[in-house]
């Protein structure tokens, strides 16, 4: 059974910077990255397709956060910047599938394997 393990949350100041990691035990079709503040509800952050490296984001953090992967390591990367408190939340990253057109989701119900979580709080 596929395994994930992320790494790299901690607590930060406001406007400082984060990169997250997910470690994948074997070969997945598309790494997810999720949060969950609490209280609320789990939501999509951003997600790539592993075979072409399409990425697919939501609107409102396009521009603070990056995901790259490292095929070779079985390894995907959120990179967070201009962090602000109410990014603090558990990260989960996930592995599931691919639409008809390769394109990765944001739903948590595309994703069939989920590591442990990373928590990431922002506070000075």
């Known amino acids: 059974q596929l395994q994930l393990v992320e790494s790299g949350g901690g607590l930060v100041q406001p406007g400082g910077s984060l990169r997250l990691s997910c470690a994948a035990s074997g070969p997945t079709n598309a790494i997810g990255w999720f949060r969950q503040a609490p209280g609320k509800e789990r939501e999509g952050v951003s997600c790539?397709?592993?075979?072409?490296?399409?990425?697919h984001s939501t609107d409102s953090e396009k521009g603070r956060f990056t995901i790259s992967k490292d095929n070779a390591k079985n390894t995907v990367y959120l990179q967070i910047n201009s962090l602000k408190p109410e990014d603090t939340a558990i990260y989960y990253c996930?592995?599931?599938?691919?639409?008809?057109?390769?394109?990765?989701?944001?739903?948590?119900?595309?994703?069939?394997?989920w590591g442990q979580g990373t928590q990431v709080t922002v506070s000075s």
């Open positions: 996930a592995a599931g599938v691919l639409g008809v057109l390769g394109r990765c989701f944001l739903s948590p119900s595309a994703y069939d394997y």
């Open positions: 790539i397709s592993i075979s072409s490296g399409s990425t």
